[in-house]
């Protein structure tokens, strides 16, 4: 066996805070540890300090990240029902304790933060399974009409081949695949990029032969694609009548209600003014009473006629 040499201590300088070199000092934090100062600092921080400092600097930026557009959006909500922003400050003080003193203003916070620790731990995150679903395109029912909007039906709807009623839906995330003939299949998929799916035991969808596209198209777009279209405004001693275009048929209607309206896209160029009730009295099953277009040479007529918007009241025959 051979013999090592022992190792040598290694040495390490030991200066005051008086006689460390300029890049040296004390922790201006702990005041205990060796920090490193750049160039144009008087002090700095210690590994361990800075660190924390770090850390610190990075949980505000988080919680100001999550909770600005949640604190934002409530403000929003409760000054928009009525509450003033001095109320929403006080509600704040105190769920925060800011109306406390100093020591029990601390002690309410902490008390809180311990609370929602236990209450609400980090969750577990796990890969979900994906979603299947397997069917054969022929089991998607084909269309074969469309239907006016009716007394029953507030807007157009599909029928396929056995008579059956088939929803379009403007809401869900769809898919739109091209078959052969430019036949269209439109499937389901889910809403606001969540699968629903798995719990319909039907096909997700139906088949949309080519000279029904553009009924379907308009129907997947919604109403905000295809409102109601305001075709003549008469005013007699019973009240105000309005004409309106539902899809391609002229329907009268008498109104009656009173609510406040507002004018979305208003133009000079001789493009029609889409009209939005935001309060509506009389919640008819036609949503006209919501919002439909009027055209710009009715704008005066329907602004002098109804100062102050109008809600829908019984249907006159047409």
């Given at each position: 066996?051979?013999?090592t ?6 040495f390490i ?16 934090v702990?005041?205990?540890?060796t920090?490193?100062t ?8 210690c590994p361990?300090?800075?660190?924390r400092?770090v ?5 505000q ?11 934002g959006?409530w ?14 400050v ?9 109306w ?8 309410l ?14 969750p ?14 022929e ?5 074969e ?29 769809a ?16 809403i ?14 139906f088949?949309?032969?080519?000279r ?9 777009s ?7 279209s ?15 275009d539902?899809?391609g ?9 009173r ?12 493009l ?6 935001p309060?509506v009295l009389?919640?008819?099953r036609?949503?006209?009473?919501l919002?439909?277009w009027?055209?710009?040479?009715l704008?005066?007529a329907f ?6 918007g ?9």
């Open positions: 066996m051979t013999a040499a022992p190792k040598q201590a290694r300088p030991t200066f005051t805070d008086r006689t460390a070199p300029a890049h040296l000092d004390l922790c201006n702990c005041g205990e540890h920090a490193l750049h160039p144009g600092e008087q002090t700095g921080m361990v300090c800075a660190r400092n850390l610190r600097d990075a949980a930026a988080s919680l100001e990240t999550l909770f600005a557009p949640i604190l959006a403000v929003n909500h409760w000054q928009g029902a009525g509450l003033t922003f001095q109320d929403l006080d509600v704040v003080e105190l769920a925060s304790g800011a406390a003193n100093d020591d029990h203003e601390g002690f916070q902490r008390r809180a933060l311990r609370y929602v620790r236990r209450a609400y731990p980090t577990t995150v796990t890969h979900a399974k994906p979603d299947r679903m397997t069917f054969a395109l089991d998607l029912p084909m269309l009409d469309v239907r006016p909007a009716d007394s029953a039906h507030p807007w157009p709807y599909f029928e396929d081949g056995e008579g059956k009623k088939v929803d379009v839906l403007a809401g869900p995330d898919l739109i695949l091209t078959l052969a003939g430019d036949v269209r299949a439109v499937l389901y998929t889910g606001h990029g969540q699968t629903y799916h798995k719990a319909r035991p039907e096909a997700p969808g088949q949309v032969p080519p029904l596209w553009p009924a379907v198209t308009a129907a997947l919604g109403p905000h694609g295809v409102l109601p305001l075709t003549g405004v008469d005013v007699d001693a019973g009240g105000v009548t309005l004409t309106l539902l899809y048929k002229s329907s009268r209607y008498s109104l009656t209600a609510a406040r309206y507002t004018a979305r896209e208003p133009h000079a160029l001789g029609p003014y889409r009209v939005t009730f309060e009389d919640r008819g036609e949503f006209f009473a919002a439909l009027v055209p710009a040479d704008w005066r602004r002098t006629a109804l100062p102050h109008v809600v829908r009241g019984p249907a006159r025959p047409a």
